[in-house]
């Protein structure tokens, strides 16, 4: 049979388990897994880090490592039998027929030879055409995957282009052969959300150009609803819950799917009149898994003697298409049931003004090639443009924006790890614009304190928990005695809720939650009045992210500490924030409170960031505002508007006026800014992005 | 790149400058040139002799002077003797008239061998050309040997062959040549082991021409420790580039074992090692310093060796000069390759 007439499903995995040997013992990664995608379908795989999805991936790549070996069952390609291969059939399918999109694209393509000949490998290899031929090939395909200029895209190196532009470069080479599979490991998480959107657009449009089945992994929902048809999600190792996106999402029949939704931010969702419900506990380590469902001890619906006694096997779920859930109790649970919240609180008060900046600049310079001598002018990068605002006792400012716009400067500023260029950082009434942070006083440095990004490299891996607190109180000049600064350590650890003995613990021994709490407990050790959260979610999994997310509300409030919360999620902003500022190129081109800067009038660019936000809801209806193009260098700003280039209101302005001036910062409404040129009437004129649609 | 190109030779030039009048200071303190006065005028001369030998011969002056006049920037000393004028750039007896000012090395004037008795561009030449090709031998035997065991090692890490060959090299590059070179002679060329396989001195290929026979102990000598070297740096450099995710999307891509290999791993690989071997040169000229003099190869080394125990200030420095020029020059050949090998560092 050739593979040409083949008619079944495109790929069926039948009960796989894979394990990964280590000298210790058996480490199973992934247990009874089915699923089937059939031709012309996207099935998508959801689960947190270390569920397994990857693996399964792999898995039907057969590329597991010399440790992974695939334990039992099958998986079927076209009806070939992919686990018994040999390495000869399997490498002309590889690349021809199943084909893979990977989570780095900088790491993913050869950094020493040309795009061209990366590309043209392929056909070379699966066809057996000439170089010519292949390139020829090559340049239809990039600018298939709609990349300008393909005849000097081909003859550059990957450094040479952006994260996005590689990531188009990958999807190209696994679309040269035109597969009838394709695989996408987490193809957006090392891009902006803009970009991401202009990704994710072109795979849907390329799979109805090219009719390709498609497996889609990744741990964030809402894009999965975007991109695919159905869906798997997994936890701890096995498939709990698969069906059609429609179902899992509105009639879902698995307690993790559910608890699942309940702790990721939705529009609609309030930090006081409905919170997020975090899923208690910890994922399982892999040799550490509960008998019978792996879920039962995070599970609110757990019945002893039932859900520990076997194996839970996959059930149908009748009435619905091929829908199947793990769990014993789906029949008996009331799904529609509103979930039990668990306190509500009242919206705090935002008091005096705390920190106060006044046309704050940075501006950096830069020699133009630095490797070999200053062989040009020095360039000046502008990475704050004029930053002026106010943020109050207790209140949560948000801090939005895409890579390069000059958050994270910011950040470093008001630290004290970089002095301004010019402008003015008053902290209460004293000025600290100028003053790098080993001049700054015991006072100042305690009271402004960070939370950072990657809680795994924060921490001194050789020192412990408590230790490590208790260094900071040092610093902080906090307790008499060492008794006293002990007591204080162990009431941090009561506050961000981890147990006492916590403190002996080295840093290793703990999850990333809860090294982003022992982080929290640091920031918080001398009382700090200001704390800068830098992305303190965004390197954790999606369950822990509410817990962390919530703890940090719960201190805030305590202590009524202003939170400058820096983050290009758009959904976690609105749920936590009272005000948000939006940031592109050095620029704030919008402030204002959460309401009015999420609905319009929009920035332009605010506008296309909310449109590019996946939403993991299907009620939600959205605006699809695609931007062309990639961000501009910080070293080689446009001229005018930051934003011109992208801009899609920009024929609205009269003259060339976008082009020519920097537009005023002008006032909207009471505390509600924007940077725009578009007159008035055109600012009313502008749709809301998301609207939820009615039941 | 031309003016990449510039700025580095004018860098080279400026630490030419620097490192020849170290080495020009050093050579020529006191006690150097009250040696060279005694080994001219026998060894039992007065202090005063010496002095007045030393002011006649232009040796008196400021040392900045005298490196200026031996360099070729500073006009040469006139001096006269008993009614004959004669100078640096002056032979005794010759027509002061038509003498050029200026003969330093610039003007090609390196000046005379005391030990050799002959000029010092003459004994130069000869010696760098035996020595040359000396290098040439082991340069075409240390390079593809090492980056094959490099790659063949570093291809699967820790299997069975990466092992053998990891502690091969380790072994190498453990021993130095005054060892390795010994052992050699002793099993290959003498009647201790009875091998008697190769000749344990190659004096005879500098005059009878070279054979694999008289050639190959010392090329083996001074190669092997390199070969370690190079092959633990290949090694390494190979199984990083191995583990990089670029390395599966070309598996996943259907490329044949043979073409990851050699199409995407090995020049990604080879980055690493080739500014080790370009720093092989210099180093191969002090290994060349042991294994001429132990194989009596009267190559640059052995006349370096010659020129240090004999006081030959004139050689010494025209040696130091041929060594600071090979150091600088592959130091450049280095970078230029390094950039070609490594598109992501490009001039712009």
Redo the contacts between chains.
Sequence with gaps: MSPADYEGPILEIERLSISFFTRLREIPAVMDFSCTVQPGEAMGLVGESGCGKSTVALAV?R?LGKNGRITGGSIRFKGRDLVNMSDEEL??????EI??I?Q?PM???????RIGDQLA??PM??AGVSREEALRRAREVVSDVRLPDPDRMLRS?P?QLSGGQQQRI?IA?ALMSKPSLLILDEPTTALDVTVEAAVVDLVKDLREKYGTSILFISHNLGLVMDVCDRLCVMYSGEAVETGSIKDVFDRMQHPYTQALFRSIPLPGADKNARPLISIPGNFPLPHERPNGCNFGPRCSYFEAGRCDAADVPMFAVDGHDRHETRCIRFREIDWAAPPKVARTTEKAVPGRVVLKMEDLKKYYEVA??S???K??AKKVVKANETLSFEAREGETLAIVGESGCGKSTFAKVLMGLETATSGRIMLYDRDIQSTPIEKRSTDTVSGVQMVFQNPFDTLNPSMTVGRQIIRALEIFGEGKTDEDRRNRMLELLDLVKLPRQFADRMPRQLSGGQKQRVGIARAFAGGAKVVVADEPVSALDVSVQAAVTDLLMEIQRKNKTTLLFISHDLSIVRYLSDRVMVMYLGHVVELGTTDQVFSPPYHPYTEALLSAVPIADTHVQKKRIVLEGDIPSAMNPPPGCPFQTRCRWKSKVPGNLCETEVPPMRQLAEGHQIKCHLPDSELARMEPVIKIAAE | MLRFLLKRIGTMLLTALCLTFIVFVLTNLSPNLEKLAKSELGARISDREVESWLAKYGHDRPILVRYGEWLGVAPGWVSEDQGVPFGRCLPRGGDPASAPRYCGILQGHWGQSTVFKAPVTDILWERLRLTGILMFWVMALMVPVSLLIGVLAGMREGSKLDRTLSTFSIATTATPEYVSGVIFIVVFSSSAVGLKWFSGTAASAATDGITFYNFFLPVLTIALYGIGYIARMTRASMTEVMTAQYIRTARLKGVSPRDVVMKHALRNALIAPFTVIMLQFPWLLNGVVIVETLFNYKGFGWTLVQAAGNNDIDLLLACSVVAVFVVLVTQLISDIGYVYLNPRIRIS
Excluded: T
């Design positions: 790549m590329y490498r002309h399918i590889r690349g021809s084909a893979m990977y780095e790491a993913s393509l050869n950094p020493a030879m490998e392929v290899i699966h190196y450094h990958v080479m133009a090639n490797l070999f001598g062989s040009g």
